[in-house]
Nanobody, 115 residues
Framework: QVQLVESGGGLVQAGGSLRLSCVVS???????MGWYRQAPGKQRKLVAQITSSGITTYEDSVKGRFTISRDNAKNTVYLEMNSLKPEDTAVYYC??????????WGQGTQVTVSS
């Protein structure tokens, strides 16, 4: 079965940086890879996504601060987060989809930005 393991979350001061990683195991025909986040009491929302051809999309509030990338040889997707703000505090989830439109989620990693 497909497994996603995230790492890289933690506590950082405002203005700081973090890099999230998500390693996909047993994943075949992966197309889009992305990161979502969910703050307490709010819905899970897409933060950034990258297609198999490298096309990226970002949620407006993170444009210019976050960068998503992927290493297909390592089945890994990254999220580089710079200039972090307290409102970026959330649980960040990795998500991948395959050619059959199946969607898979990681367990989530906490990102906390202190002011």
């Amino acid at each position: 079965q497909v497994q996603l393991v995230e790492s890289g979350g933690g506590l950082v001061q405002a203005g700081g940086s973090l890099r999230l990683s998500c390693v996909v195991s047993n994943g075949f025909h992966i197309t889009a890879m992305g990161w979502y986040r969910q703050a307490p009491g709010k819905q899970r929302k897409l933060v950034a996504q990258i297609t198999s051809s490298g096309i990226t999309t970002y949620e407006d509030s993170v444009k210019g601060r976050f960068t998503i990338s992927r290493d297909n040889a390592k089945n890994t997707v990254y999220l580089e987060m710079n200039s972090l703000k307290p409102e970026d505090t959330a649980v960040y989830y990795c998500n991948v989809r395959n050619l059959f439109a199946s969607s898979f989620w990681g367990q989530g990693t906490q990102v906390t930005v202190s002011s």
